[in-house]
C-alpha cells in the first residue's frame, strides 16, 4: 500500500489521539482497590514469634487521571475520581503530597510501635524533639517563611514538644496577630514571625497554613524495622500494631487465620477513621482474608463499619467485617477466636 501525504496526516492524527488519551493529565484523582499484601516481610521485631495465619496491610491505589483512566473509573466499581484540588491542596507539588504521604507512614509506624510495645509490656522510651513541617500550603501565613523540613520548637516562648501543641496553641489566637516560631533548618535554629489569617473554607479558624508531623524519638527493646517501601499515609496503623503485637508476644494471635483491616491508629490506641474502605474490603476479598477490621467510629452513622459492611454485600463476600473502636477492641476479638 502506498502511502500518501493525507494518510500520514491521519496517522500523526491518531497517534496524537491516542497519546492524549492515554498519558495527558487530566485535573482529576482516581482511587481503585490497591493489594493486601501480609506484613510478616514489612515488620520484623528482632528474634519475634511467628504465627500460622498473616495479618495484611491493605491499600488503595491512586493517581493523576488520564482521559481512558477517567472513563473507566466512571464505569467500572468501586473506583471513585476526586477533584484535583481536593487531594493535594493548590500549591502543593505532587512531590511534596508524596514526601507528605510518606511522612504519616512513618509517623503511623511509630504510633503502633507505642501501642503494641506498651500493650504487650515491652521497653519503651519516648522523646519529644518538636514538631516537622511536612508541606507548606501556598498562599497561606507560612509561605515563603516555612518550609517542608523545618523542625519548629516553640511558639512566643513556649516550648512545642507534640502537634497538638502547636495546634491547640494557635487556635486561640485571632486572625491579625503574629505569633514568633523558633525552628531549627539545616541544624540552624532560626526565629520567624508570622501573622495569622482565617482558613478561607473554614468559619472562625486560624492558622499558618502547614501540615505538620510531631517529631519523637521512640526506642524499643526488642527493636523493631519496617520495609513499607513507597507505600504512604496513615492508615496503615491498627495492622501494623496487631502485627507488631503479635510478633512480641509468643501467643498464638491469628490463630491460622488471614486478617486484614485498616485504620489510623493514635498514640493512646484509639482507631481512627480513613478513606477508601470500600475499596480496601475489595482489595482484601481478593486475597483471600477472613476478616476485617474497620473503625466503628464510636458507631457513629456513615462510620467506616458501615461502609465496609456495605462494600462486603455488594461483592458478596464471605469475609467477617468487624467493628472497632481501639487497639483493644481488634485484639480482644483475636484473642476469643477459636482456631482455623
Known sequence: MRFTKKHIIYLIIVIG???FISAYKLPFYVYKPGGADPLNPIVEVEDGYQSEGDMHLVTVRG?????????WAQVLPH??????????????????YFHAQLQMMESSQ????VVAYEAAGEDITIDYNGVYVVSVIEGMPADEILETGDRI????GNTIEESNDLIEYVENKQPGETITVNVVR???ELEKDITLEAFPDVDDKVGIGIQLVTDRSVDVNPPVNFSSGSIGGPSAGLMFSLEIYDQ?????????????????????????????????????DQEGCDIFFAANNNGEEGSNYEDAVQAAEEIGTDMEIVPVDTFDDALEYLQNLEPA
Request: proline share 4%; no cysteine.
Open 153 to 156: 520548637i516553640g511558639i512566643d
Open 79 to 96: 473506583q471513585e475520581v476526586m477533584p484535583l484540588r481536593e487531594v493535594r491542596p493548590e500549591g502543593v507539588s505532587e512531590d511534596e
Open 63 to 71: 493517581g493523576q487521571a488520564t482521559p481512558v483512566q477517567y472513563l
Open 186 to 188: 539545616e541544624e540552624e
Open 248 to 284: 512480641l508476644t509468643e501467643e498464638e494471635l491469628t490463630n491460622g487465620y488471614e486478617i486484614a483491616g485498616t485504620g489510623e491508629v493514635d498514640y493512646q490506641g484509639n482507631v481512627l477513621r480513613i478513606g477508601g474502605i470500600d475499596k480496601k474490603v475489595v482489595a482484601a
Open 110 to 113: 511509630e504510633a503502633s510501635t
Open 17 to 19: 489521539i491516542a497519546f
